[in-house]
Nanobody, 125 residues
Framework: QVLLVESGGGSVQAGGSLRLSCAAS????????IAWFRQAPGKERKFVAA????????YLADTINGRFTISSDNAKNTVYLHMSNLKPADTAVYYC??????????????????WGQGTRVTVSS
């Protein structure tokens, strides 16, 4: 069974940092793109960041303004989303997803092969 399990969410004050993890299991993810999306209360789910499993290419949403970075650790089968200078507007459920298509496709669609269950991030002012 292919699984993505997110962790690391929680409550933090504005200006703080969190590191989210996406642990992948059930198959080899070589050649895959792993992406992070988020869904704020009452809003549509939106792309945040993506990285190829090899780690050689990464993409960040313009709205992040350099506050987040994404990295992968193949030995741990885990992709991380490092979030800093968090703002109340970053409050959302964060999901990771995996797909075999190129990142340029993955960043534009929610029709992806595998999704995790999400982890909630709450940023207070």
């Amino acid at each position: 069974q292919v699984l993505l399990v997110e962790s690391g969410g929680g409550s933090v004050q504005a200006g703080g940092s969190l590191r989210l993890s996406c642990a992948a299991s059930g198959r080899s993810f070589t050649g895959y793109t792993i992406a992070w999306f988020r869904q704020a209360p009452g809003k549509e789910r939106k792309f945040v960041a993506a990285i190829t499993w090899s780690g050689d290419s990464s993409y960040l949403a313009d709205t992040i303004n350099g506050r987040f970075t994404i990295s992968s650790d193949n030995a741990k089968n885990t992709v991380y989303l490092h979030m800093s200078n968090l703002k109340p507007a970053d409050t959302a459920v964060y999901y990771c997803a995996a797909d075999r298509r190129d990142p340029v496709v993955v960043v534009t669609t929610e029709d992806l092969e595998v999704w995790g269950q999400g982890t909630r991030v709450t940023v207070s002012s």
